[in-house]
């Protein structure tokens, strides 16, 4: 598996507390994404990166927001947790923009 | 924007039979095609990918197949093994824009000894 990381592997937490995700890579790959997965969607893509401080949206951003300060780390942050973010977390990482997607073994997030 | 389409949402064979999935999608510049397997409780693993200037890629048991006329890609599993069975997704994505990639919904694939 590529050098990825992600933290923490499991989480539980209430309505309306922030909740701050950590993807970690040691490829030094420029692009960085964050998925979620549910049942009967597949992964859907929540936000990007392409370069330190460099982001952008994907197909289901609201109430996610990211930061990426270093090459190896992309943060993904829910302001305010809600039901409706219970899912798994995926991060991925790639050398180029149309280069193949590795991902990390994922973050497995319980709002109650 | 694109939208990806999989099928079946389910396929059963039994061991040394064949499998095929299909895919099918919206954006005619869509140009980049991967395939990944996701073992239960596992990470998505990329298995094999195609790009729209090539019709067919082979590795081993695998292959995948474009056909960007009708805008659908497939994947074809031969022998297929007990080991082979988990949940198979595709995925397309535009060149230049980041790599984004939009998934279809998955199939399971389950491989009966």
């Known amino acids: 598996d590529a050098g990825i990381t992600q933290s923490p592997r499991h989480k539980v937490t209430e309505t309306g507390t922030p909740v701050t995700l950590r993807c970690h890579q040691t490829?030094?790959?420029?692009?960085m994404y964050w998925y979620r997965q549910d049942p009967g969607h597949g992964l859907r893509l929540i936000h990007y990166?392409?370069?330190?401080?460099?982001?952008d949206k994907g197909e289901v951003s609201d109430g996610y927001s990211v930061s990426r300060s270093k090459t190896e780390d992309f943060l993904l942050t829910l302001e305010s947790a809600t039901s409706s973010q219970t899912s798994v977390y995926f991060c991925?990482?790639?050398?180029?923009?149309?280069?193949?997607?590795?991902f990390g073994p994922g973050t497995r997030l319980t709002v109650t | 924007g694109e939208n990806v389409e999989q099928h079946p949402s389910t396929l059963s064979v039994q061991e040394g039979d064949s499998a095929v999935i299909k895919c099918t999608y919206s954006?005619?510049?869509?140009?980049?095609f991967p395939w990944y397997k996701q073992e239960l409780g596992k990470r998505p693993q990329l298995i094999i990918d195609?790009?729209?200037?090539?019709g067919e890629k082979k590795d081993q048991r695998i292959a995948v197949t474009l056909n960007k006329t009708a805008k659908h890609f497939s994947l074809h599993i031969t022998e297929t093994q007990p080991e082979d069975s988990a949940v198979y997704f595709c995925?397309?994505?535009?060149?230049?824009?980041?790599?984004?990639?939009?998934f279809g919904q998955g199939t399971e694939l389950s491989v009966k000894p």
């Open positions: 991925a990482i790639s050398a180029g923009g149309d280069y193949e997607q590795y």
């Open positions: 490829e030094n790959h420029r692009y």
């Open positions: 990166s392409y370069g330190v401080k460099d982001t």
């Open positions: 954006d005619s510049a869509s140009n980049y």
């Open positions: 195609i790009r729209s200037n090539v």
């Open positions: 995925a397309a994505s535009i060149y230049n824009q980041g790599g984004k990639l939009i």
